[in-house]
């Protein structure tokens, strides 16, 4: 009787918690638009209950039963609301916010406490307004995504110009780059010096460069989430711009008012249409034409519906491609050369609620890249025709599917869990050459590798103590090749213990493995760096990250200081061997190209400190970035086996960013970057090898001579021994906003390397003549090469 008492007791102590407590929850959106906002801090006034809403809006409280309380719902750029209300049954409440306007933003006194750095468990994390990124000084006035992040801490930029980034230590392809869960492979226009993300697309931008959460995987370095905008189910609205490089176009709004909206945003350069004058004016009278082209083009979309008050349905997609071709023809040959990538992604979301706790997501996507270069030659001889062609394409296709739960038993507890599969399909490289100039076709090729990526993971951010936060997760990943499962535990922690008010010490952990592999020569960014999977001879990359650190919240003015220190060690990262490249190939057979043969497998290490204070709102905002770090690899069939510093090992890095509201139509900004010089290697020594053969020539005298001298050969040292100068650049704009009664423009003037700092692009080893007395003898010298001087630039925005 006893044992039948004591579960039945159990169960009724339950029952009697569960009518002490009541569930309020719902949507908050935006007013005017009806967009839904992540990230929106809901709370209790005067209590220790608060939440926050997920990426698709939806929050929920669970709380004691009162006969009164106010709900407040606060977000960084809107007006505060606050609802009086009774909580002594379940309730449904639906928020709008609206946006505050500048005047209004100015006179704010004092920072609202539920916004604070310091009381959020999640570390390592950058959120970046999208108004504050469109007034930062800008390259050729093109508003990017990715250079903004370049001036955060422990992201190193890569080579000047370059969009590529570098999160403590890591290369470009352990980030995990998403777009409305798409994962985008290559995000690079221009041979990297723009990236494919149009700013006037985008709703939220939000990178994590250590203590990752259970929900994400797949990458070793960082996670960049980034969340289209849904377009606005109240009327119609547009913006856009003109500027040096491109012009842009986005258009928002109902398709059903109310019910449901379309976005559509396009960007086209137009280099090929603004050089082509010049180029046939520099070929008139030349008996050999040459026609390069070059340009780029994107195009996002999508579509929401609400299907009733507990589904909404979202579809989207975003399309780029580049484009470069030169033509040359002459009255005895042609040839015609291209190089074109492009990714293309599509995702279609159902949100349900199921209940007033639980949130459920499920998706749909599809990622593709591909690369290609072709080339075809053609020769006009006296008595008959030679030609010659080549092609080399490499494709990487994603399908997948996911499903994630947000389930909130309790104000103590925000509970996520959930699963995905992705069918991979790469293709690593195809090579066809064929023609009259050599004596056989040649197809050599990695047939199609098809795999399995899947995961499970849950995660819980409990609230322990009222001054301790803990995110605790578990994600269990694999990867199935042809012949072999690789299933890999990855276990995530992170804590926040607040020590004041505004202050709070905060710790994560946090296993990744990677599975996909990117091989690159040039560490540019470029197309041809190769996609590769796991194989069954390649295992997946793996990383273990140790992270600790201070956050600090003042009120007046409204500012965050974080510092944080951290120690990343990683394993199975790849590297070309000495020598190869993705076209190069080994062995004889005509149909085999493994570029297995032609990688390496190391470890590698980063530790370093990062500093930050930044100010996202006022009159006065931006901030100072600093970063103190190093960076180690070591391959056993590089650089002897001995340890060396990375291309991008960067020592210091040094970012200050100002935005200046001078008045309502004034805005003035201006930013600093400072970082030390890439690790190069360059030759120590050069000698002149002897030949081969040996073959004798006669001398106008009738002499004999045996010529021994061979080639010019270099001698390298150690790997990356040799540092590049420290780079530095400072940029300003100016931008002028007028406000009519249907629309509102901006025109922004920049100037890019404002004091014409020459920063090193590459260097080379250059001989020069001497002359020393009557003699005159050949010397090296190690020149630097820049690209970029004082470049000004300026563009006309609009938004009706």
Same mark, same amino acid.
């Given at each position: ?10 169960l ?10 009541i ?15 992540p ?44 609802r009086p ?31 604070y ?19 930062i ?8 995504v ?47 010096f ?22 994400y ?10 969340n ?21 176009l986005?258009l ?6 109310g019910?449901?909206?379309?976005l ?7 280099i ?17 034409q ?58 279609m ?11 459920v ?5 599809y990622?593709?890249?591909?690369f290609?270069?072709?080339s ?15 092609d ?5 296709? *994603? =399908?997948?599917? +996911? ?6 038993p309790?104000t103590? @507890?925000a509970?996520?869990?959930? %699963? /995905?599969a ?19 076709s040649?197809?050599r ?11 499970l993971?849950?995660?819980?951010t ?14 269990l990943?694999s ?14 922690f992170?804590?926040?213990l607040?020590?004041?008010? *505004? =202050?709070?010490? +905060? ?9 996909? @592999?990117?091989?690159?020569?040039? %560490? /540019? ?32 003015p409204a ?35 493994s570029?297995e ?6 470890k ?5 400190a ?17 970063? /103190? ?18 291309r ?15 008045s ?7 930013t600093w ?76 003037f920049?100037i ?6 020459r ?14 007395g ?27």
């Amino acid at each position: 009787m006893r044992f039948l008492f004591t579960p039945l007791l159990f169960l009724v102590t339950i029952a009697a918690l569960a009518q002490d407590r009541i569930t309020i929850s719902g949507f908050v959106k935006e007013s005017g638009s009806q967009e839904q906002l992540p990230g929106v801090n809901v709370y209790i006034e005067n209590s220790p209950y608060g939440s926050v809403t997920n990426t698709y809006g939806f929050y929920s409280l669970t709380l004691p039963r009162t006969d009164s309380a106010r709900i407040s719902f606060s977000f960084v750029g809107y007006e505060k609301v606050t609802r009086p209300m009774s909580l002594l049954r379940d309730a449904e409440l639906n928020i709008f916010l609206a946006t505050i306007t500048q005047l209004e933003e100015v006179v704010v006194s004092a920072r609202k406490q539920e916004d604070y750095v310091s009381r959020d468990v999640q570390m390592s994390k950058v959120e970046i307004p999208i108004q504050q990124l469109k007034k930062i000084p800008a390259f050729f006035g093109e508003k990017d995504v990715l250079r903004v992040l370049q001036l955060m801490p422990g992201v190193q930029k890569g080579t000047e110009g370059q969009t590529g980034l570098y999160v403590r230590g890591g290369g470009p392809d352990q980030n995990l780059i998403i777009l409305d869960d798409a994962v985008v492979y290559n995000a690079n226009h221009l041979f990297g010096f723009f990236s494919i993300f149009n700013s006037d697309a985008l709703k939220s931008v939000e990178l994590t460069k250590g203590g990752f959460p259970a929900r994400y995987g797949g990458r070793l370095s960082s996670v960049l989430e980034m969340n289209m905008k849904e377009g606005s189910k109240e009327k119609l609205h547009g913006e856009g711009g003109i500027g040096l490089i491109s012009s842009r176009l986005t258009l928002e709004g109902p398709i059903s008012k109310g019910k449901s909206s379309f976005l559509i945003s396009g960007r086209r350069t137009y280099i090929d249409i603004l050089a082509a004058p010049f180029i046939a004016q520099s070929q008139q009278g030349s008996d050999s034409q040459v026609k390069p082209g070059y340009y780029f083009y994107d195009l996002n979309a999508k579509m929401n519906y609400d299907l009733g008050s507990k589904d909404k349905l979202y579809v989207s997609g975003y399309f780029g491609r580049d484009k470069f071709h030169a033509n040359e023809k002459s009255s005895d040959s042609e040839t015609r050369a291209g190089l074109a990538w492009g990714n293309a992604t599509a995702t279609m979301r159902w949100n349900h609620v199921l209940n007033q706790k639980l949130f459920v997501n499920t998706s749909l996507i599809y990622s593709n890249f591909d690369f290609g270069v072709s080339s075809y030659t053609k020769e006009i001889n006296a008595n008959d025709t030679d030609e010659f062609s080549l092609d080399y394409n490499s494709k990487i296709r *994603d =399908f997948g599917g +996911k499903i994630d739960f947000d389930f909130y038993p309790s104000t103590k @507890h925000a509970v996520k869990f959930g %699963g /995905l599969a992705t069918f991979h399909r790469f293709v690593p490289s195809a090579l066809a050459i064929e023609g009259s100039f050599i004596d056989n076709s040649i197809e050599r090729s990695v047939r199609p590798v098809n795999s399995l990526e899947a995961g499970l993971y849950i995660e819980d951010t409990w609230q322990a103590l009222e001054a301790f936060k803990i995110n605790a997760g578990f994600r269990l990943s694999s990867f199935q090749t042809e012949t072999k499962n690789y299933i890999r535990p990855e276990p995530r922690f992170s804590a926040a213990l607040r020590l004041a008010k *505004d =202050f709070s010490f +905060k710790a994560s952990y946090a296993q990744m493995n990677q599975y996909v @592999h990117l091989l690159s020569n040039t %560490g /540019l960014g470029l197309p041809t760096d190769l996609w590769v999977p796991t194989t069954d001879r390649i295992a997946p990359q793996q990383s273990r990250q140790v992270a600790v650190g201070f956050a600090k919240d003042l009120e007046k003015p409204a500012i965050t200081l974080t510092l944080e220190g951290y120690y990343k060690a990683m394993d199975n990262i790849l590297n070309y061997k000495e020598g190869s490249s993705f076209l190069s190939f080994n062995g004889e057979n005509a149909n085999e190209l493994s570029w297995e043969e032609n990688v390496t497998a190391g470890k590698g290490w980063s530790y370093g400190a990062e500093f930050l204070i930044q100010k996202k709102t006022g009159r006065f905002s931006g901030w100072i970035g600093y970063t /103190l770090s190093w960076t180690y690899w070591k391959f056993p069939e590089l650089n002897f086996g001995r340890t060396f510093f990375p291309r991008y090992d960067r020592r210091h890095d040094l970012s200050v960013v100002g935005i200046y509201e001078l008045s309502k139509r004034i805005t003035l900004s201006a930013t600093w970057v400072y970082g030390t010089g890439n690790a190069l290697t360059l030759p120590i020594s050069t000698y002149t090898g002897l030949r081969d053969n040996f073959v004798p020539r006669v001398t106008p005298e009738g002499q004999t001579v045996i010529d021994w001298g061979g080639r010019e050969v270099n001698e390298y040292g150690q790997k990356n021994s040799f540092r590049a100068e420290p780079f530095h650049r400072g940029d300003v704009a100016i931008q002028f906003h007028k406000k009519k009664k249907r629309h509102e423009r901006t025109w922004e003037f920049g100037i890019y390397n404002v004091y014409n700092r020459r920063n090193p692009f590459f260097y080379n080893i250059d001989s020069e003549n001497v002359t020393e007395g009557s003699s005159v003898r050949s010397r090296k010298t190690l020149k630097r090469y820049s690209l970029f001087p004082i470049l000004p630039s300026f563009s006309y925005n609009f938004k009706f």
